[in-house]
């Protein structure tokens, strides 16, 4: 029986995993449920289970022959805080709450490679099961990072996948060097003098200084980043008053950053603080600014990059594997760990044309069809990387 053989076989069985997970989704550092689900099934085909790894996540382990060369694979969990709009049997039981990323087609094609390299042991040497909670912002990577996550089960590379809508089943997309943007959370708070709406003379109008900190960062990326570095900031937030007729003490803005290396993100930065204080004190107002950096910029290894497209390609041949696909400015916290251990993030299609519907949209939902193909790609990763 040949290697997709047997993972075929396994659809059946992944189907009803992946629909089960879909119908009980968890917010991060929620999925109790699904790290029960997901120890039991590793332990079930003989991995060595560690629970409680960064919270909510779970580590299964499975090794063969005599090699101590070990790979990581890694999966995320968690759902969106998203009312589903779909109205099919395995829709979400948990209201407000929906696999609307596709997590749960992530877990299910982590756990049928588990399945299958369990059964056959069809490589030499160790390979990690990383199950993570918490991908959509609230630090799940970072969170096993810091329970020592590659101090315990150490790895040479680590691979992860996200589907993508848009793309065909049966295809695969691998960028080399950087693949999807770091991203940035400000706020900034502006304190002027409040005033009678009539009185000008006797206010610091913060909306006014907000108003000109908004137009002066747009310079940062034009003149400030390098032309050849892709960057964003946009002011999302502007906050300031109630009244008609009262000038405002205080105003807020806020908004995100998005660049995909860390130099330039920390650029962006240290501009953005002289700029919004720098301006502020042209008026006579006070500016304060709180920076936060919420997940890196996601940088793909170039060895392994090539590694991972290579194997694609045996999977469904050269012209469904796209090589280098446009810069991604959303952001992924797969990043952390590719700043730990390099290796490979690539995307896995979800399906093209009619029906296909974007993630983070209540009308998604993960396709079936690509659980077989996932779940190869993984397992050839290892049986290749870690060859008899
Ligand atoms: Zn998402
Ligand atoms: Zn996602």
């Given amino acids: 029986m040949t290697m997709t053989d047997r993972i075929v076989r396994l659809h059946e069985e992944m189907t009803r995993i992946r629909r089960d997970i879909h119908a009980h989704p968890e917010l991060g550092f929620e999925e109790r449920r699904t790290a029960e689900l997901v120890a039991k099934e590793l332990a079930a085909c003989g991995c060595e289970v560690v629970r409680n790894v960064g919270k909510t996540g779970v580590v299964g382990t499975l090794r063969a022959g005599k090699g101590a ?68 912002g609230l630090g799940g990577a970072r969170a096993m990072i810091e329970d020592g996550l590659f101090e315990r089960f150490p790895c040479e590379a680590v691979f992860g996948m996200h589907n993508r809508p848009g793309l065909p089943v049966g295809s695969f997309a691998v960028r080399s060097g950087p693949m999807m943007a770091g991203g940035a ?163 896995i299609g979800n399906g093209s044309g009619e029906g296909s519907c974007d993630v983070h949209n209540p009308a998604y939902d993960f396709n079936d069809e690509a659980l077989p193909l996932g779940a190869s790609v993984l397992a050839r990763i290892v049986e290749t990387r870690l060859a008899k």
Avoid: W
């Fill in 69 to 136: 060369r070990a790979i990581g694979l890694r999966a995320d969990m968690d759902a969106l805080p998203i009312r589903e709009a779909n109205t099919f049997a395995h829709r979400s039981q948990h209201e407000g709450r929906m696999h609307a990323c596709g997590h749960d087609g992530h877990t299910t094609m982590l756990l049928g490679a588990a399945k299958y390299l369990a059964e056959t042991r069809s490589f030499d040497g160790v390979v990690h099961f990383i199950f993570q909670p918490a991908e959509e």
């Fill in 185 to 347: 959370f400000f706020d900034i708070q502006v304190t002027g003098r409040g005033a009678h709406g009539a009185r000008p003379e006797k206010s610091v109008d913060s909306v006014l200084v907000a108003a000109h900190i908004a137009v002066a960062l747009q310079a940062i990326v034009a003149r400030n980043a390098p032309p050849a570095e892709t960057a964003v900031l946009s002011v999302t937030k502007i906050h300031g008053g109630d009244a008609y007729n009262v000038i405002p003490q205080s105003a807020q803005l806020s908004g995100t950053v998005r660049a995909f290396s860390r130099d330039v993100m920390s650029l962006i930065e240290q501009n953005l603080k002289r700029t919004a204080t720098h301006v502020a004190q042209a008026f006579g107002a006070q500016a304060e600014t709180d920076f936060r950096f919420i997940f890196a910029p996601t940088v793909n290894d170039t060895k392994e990059a090539e590694f991972a497209a290579r194997v694609c390609a045996e999977l469904v041949g050269k012209d469904n594997v796209e090589r280098n696909p446009p810069l991604i400015m959303a952001s992924e916290d797969f990043s952390f760990m590719l700043e730990k251990v390099p290796g490979c993030y690539f995307n």
